[in-house]
């Protein structure tokens, strides 16, 4: 199987994505999405973003790896009675059976960035774009302190190296990456903005039980747990990320969560 396909069926990433709704709304809010304009979300998972651009009017195809991610996105889709919007299988390296110039909007927040051959991403993003249209990314960004960076840093602290060849997903979190990936697809590079944002995480429980949340169900630290209790190290990674999930949180209650995280967030203006 795909490895990346295999990470993001493994567990159940919805248990996490309900605690990302809020943010995911508003920042749906903040790039331009209206009635009849047409939206592709790379990534989607089960319609964190995808679903607030259908609830504007707009006509929204979510594309992700994970079957059981779509298979989630459209019964969500269906419960919420919303007839504009669907979910299909896809890879964001190969858009098989997407046309060109199809889209107002290409949205992928946290979603593309873990998908393999990252130029190839860029490129099939910008091809499916129409012109005047834009494609918005968030990226978590490598080695900064806050709460998913340090997740992501800390689970592989646990894990095997990767394989020869492997690229970063986080890398996508570097701006002079995104300005190199999308010149490299014919985009300016006046075209190409990225400011640090934050996104903030939402969990009804304390910091631990949140924990158990990621190690449960999200797909890198599950391959963290496995691979550190194949050498005795499980309590020690659960240490580190209950130190950091504590750390991180400003709730004014213990026993809820609250952890912003910052990202990129990548505006590409396609001409």
Known sequence: MNPNKALWEKGDFTRLAACMRDSGAALVDGIGIGPNMKVLDLGCGDGTTA?????????????????????????????????????????????????????????????????????????????????GGRIVMG?????????????????????PPPPEGFVSPVLWGKEDEVRARFTAAGIADADIGATRELYTFRFDGAPKAFVDLFRTYYGPTMNAFEAAEKDGRADALYGELVELFERENVSASPESTEIPAAFLKVVVAVS
């Open 139 to 159: 990226n978590w960004i490598p080695g900064d302190p806050t709460l998913i960076a340090q997740v992501l840093k800390v689970s592989a602290s646990y894990t």
């Open 51 to 131: 679903i607030p651009a259908a609830q504007k009017g707009a006509d929204v195809l979510g594309v992700d790896i994970a079957s059981n991610l779509v298979a989630a996105g459209n019964a969500r889709a269906a419960e919420m009675g919303l007839p504009n919007i669907r979910f299909q299988e896809g890879d964001a390296s190969a858009l098989t059976g997407l046309e060109d110039n199809s889209f107002d909007r290409v949205v992928s927040i946290f979603g593309a960035m873990f998908a393999p051959r990252p130029y190839d991403v860029a490129a099939e993003m910008v091809r499916v774009t129409r012109p």
